[in-house]
């Protein structure tokens, strides 16, 4: 997309498993954009609630895919088979575009040639729709612009990135890489898959402002609702990125990109899975970990982090080092203030300063 872009079609693909209490929310928000050039496509994969009533109640304002229940990936996988746009934006049905979303994505398009994603910031709303003021990622973490490749063959997991409704992409990028592998990625995890491989296809833009809100409820199939350790979610978090790992090199070496390193390490993937191993070692999911490998792995990780300065190389060191030598009761602690910024309040404004300054 070049300077055409103003005049090109957004296709919104709203996927959507038994969210009927929100779906009308998420499909009236897509058909409200100030940008008119749009087509919204509704997947439903296999609800057994009200949805395929809320989506008749619309009539031919959007598109229907019906499905039987498949997951996140096959749904995905049908909307964009049936979609005409360049520019795509999957929104999860319990989640809401601004109304200003689509003319944002396309603006973006527009400015910047070779622009495989375009990621925005997003407000958390709660189950009743509302706002609560938590922007996400937090203020203080930057959002990456520009050529990722590298970033994301170094340590994809430690840039900020947003779910599967905080982004839109080029049509041309997704096809490169789909299908999204139905199997790995299942009932949820698929945006996984899309947000780190689309940038291998091209440019990132980031926009700081935000153009979605992004819904958390009781019923949330993969994000949680309470900022409480949950190792079932981290340990499912690691089988993610260990697949993610595997796509990204497998299409860095098919586009023969060059400086590949041998092995994709990010500290928040080896932070995972030291804490996992530390706390709950019977269920942890890669079977040849050790404390002692996680730790060399994690300073490794930590030598690659370009983008942030050595105060927070130095406080990554120290968390690692305490973690491994902590008792259970001390390292579970560790873990909450590492993995939930709420819990460090204080520290988030020196955080940022270092993540600016790398």
Same mark, same amino acid.
């Given at each position: 997309?070049?300077?055409?872009?103003l005049?090109?079609?957004?296709?919104?693909?709203v996927?959507?498993?038994?969210y009927?209490?929100?779906?009308?929310?998420?499909?009236?928000?897509? !058909?409200?954009?100030?940008?008119?050039?749009?087509?919204?496509?509704?997947?439903?994969?296999?609800?057994?609630?009200?949805?395929?009533?809320?989506?008749?109640?619309?009539g031919?304002?959007?598109?229907?895919? $019906?499905?039987?229940?498949g997951?996140?990936?096959?749904?995905?996988?049908?909307?964009?088979?049936?979609?005409?746009?360049?520019?795509?934006?999957? !929104? /999860?049905?319990?989640d809401?575009?601004?109304?200003?979303?689509?003319?944002?994505?396309v603006?973006a398009?527009?400015a910047?040639?070779?622009?495989?994603?375009?990621?925005?910031?997003m407000?958390?709303?709660?189950?009743?729709?509302?706002?609560? &003021?938590?922007?996400?990622? *937090?203020?203080?973490?930057? $959002? %990456?612009s520009?050529?990722?490749?590298?970033?994301?063959?170094?340590?994809?997991?430690?840039l900020? #990135?947003?779910?599967?409704?905080?982004?839109?992409?080029?049509?041309r990028? @997704?096809?490169?890489?789909?299908?999204? %592998?139905?199997?790995?990625? &299942?009932?949820?995890?698929?945006?996984?898959y899309?947000?780190?491989l689309?940038?291998?296809?091209?440019?990132?833009?980031?926009?700081?402002?935000?153009?979605?809100?992004?819904?958390?409820?009781?019923?949330?199939?993969?994000?949680?609702?309470?900022?409480n350790l949950?190792?079932?979610?981290?340990?499912?978090?690691?089988?993610?990125?260990?697949?993610t790992?595997r796509? $990204?090199?497998?299409?860095?070496?098919?586009?023969? @990109?060059?400086? =590949?390193?041998?092995?994709? !390490?990010?500290?928040?993937?080896?932070?995972?899975r030291?804490?996992?191993?530390?706390l709950?070692? /019977?269920?942890h999911?890669?079977?040849?970990?050790?404390? =002692?490998?996680?730790? =060399?792995?994690?300073?490794?990780?930590?030598?690659r982090?370009?983008?942030?300065?050595? *105060?927070?190389?130095? !406080?990554? =060191?120290?968390?690692?080092?305490?973690?491994?030598?902590? *008792?259970?009761?001390?390292?579970?602690?560790?873990?909450?203030?590492f993995?939930?910024?709420?819990?460090?309040?204080q520290?988030?404004?020196?955080?940022?300063? #270092?993540?600016?300054?790398?």
């Amino acid at each position: 997309m070049g300077e055409d872009a103003l005049s090109v079609l957004v296709s919104i693909v709203v996927n959507n498993y038994n969210y009927g209490q929100f779906l009308r929310a998420a499909i009236d928000s897509a !058909l409200c954009q100030s940008y008119r050039a749009i087509e919204v496509l509704v997947v439903d994969d296999g609800s057994t609630d009200h949805s395929r009533d809320i989506m008749r109640s619309y009539g031919d304002r959007v598109t229907p895919v $019906l499905k039987e229940n498949g997951g996140q990936a096959s749904a995905l996988n049908a909307g964009f088979a049936q979609s005409h746009g360049d520019a795509i934006i999957f !929104l /999860d049905a319990d989640d809401v575009l601004l109304p200003h979303a689509a003319q944002r994505v396309v603006e973006a398009f527009a400015a910047q040639s070779q622009v495989a994603k375009i990621q925005y910031r997003m407000e958390i709303i709660d189950q009743d729709g509302q706002r609560t &003021g938590v922007i996400k990622p *937090p203020r203080h973490i930057p $959002l %990456p612009s520009g050529d990722l490749k590298q970033q994301e063959l170094l340590f994809p997991f430690d840039l900020a #990135w947003l779910p599967t409704s905080g982004n839109a992409f080029a049509a041309r990028a @997704l096809q490169s890489i789909f299908p999204i %592998p139905e199997q790995v990625y &299942g009932k949820v995890g698929a945006d996984w898959y899309l947000v780190h491989l689309t940038p291998l296809a091209g440019l990132v833009v980031s926009l700081d402002e935000v153009c979605a809100y992004y819904r958390v409820h009781t019923c949330n199939h993969y994000e949680l609702s309470a900022s409480n350790l949950n190792l079932t979610h981290i340990r499912q978090t690691i089988v993610y990125a260990d697949h993610t790992r595997r796509y $990204l090199q497998k299409y860095a070496e098919q586009l023969r @990109l060059p400086d =590949r390193p041998k092995e994709i !390490l990010s500290v928040s993937t080896v932070a995972n899975r030291i804490t996992s191993l530390k706390l709950e070692p /019977d269920q942890h999911p890669i079977a040849d970990d050790t404390i =002692r490998k996680l730790f =060399r792995s994690a300073l490794i990780a930590i030598s690659r982090r370009r983008d942030v300065a050595w *105060p927070m190389k130095v !406080l990554f =060191r120290l968390w690692f080092a305490l973690i491994a030598l902590a *008792p259970k009761s001390f390292a579970r602690w560790l873990a909450e203030v590492f993995f939930f910024p709420a819990r460090r309040t204080q520290l988030n404004r020196w955080l940022g300063a #270092w993540h600016e300054s790398g």
